[in-house]
């Protein structure tokens, strides 16, 4: 994963208007993606990004811990879609773009 891929999630999200949270196996914070990178904790409450994830950029993070799930919750649907691993989500960004 890339500083750029990650960028290009970033603003593809923002265009359909849909939040991602990417979970961590064994790990308290979440990496969220809604109209801002930021972090929380598990109850969504934004924390310092140095609390959690030290000096990583998002890229760095999203390749040194293990994705746990990522939840996808589009505008106008109450569900938030929820993809077993990392690659899933990104093989439903890749259809969704065409």
């Known amino acids: 994963m890339t500083h750029e891929r990650v960028m290009e999630i970033f603003q593809f999200l923002r265009e359909i208007k849909a939040r991602a949270y990417f979970f961590f196996k064994n790990f308290k914070y ?3 993606m809604n109209g801002l990178i930021r972090a929380r904790d598990k109850s969504f409450e934004v924390v310092e990004w140095s609390r959690a994830f030290g000096s990583k950029a998002p890229h760095e993070v999203l390749n040194s811990l293990d994705v746990e799930k990522v939840e996808v ?5 109450p569900e938030p879609i929820v993809f077993s691993s990392l690659q899933e989500f990104l093989e439903w960004l890749s259809a969704r773009k065409r």
């Open 30 to 32: 979440v990496l969220s």
């Open 73 to 77: 919750q589009l505008k106008k649907q």
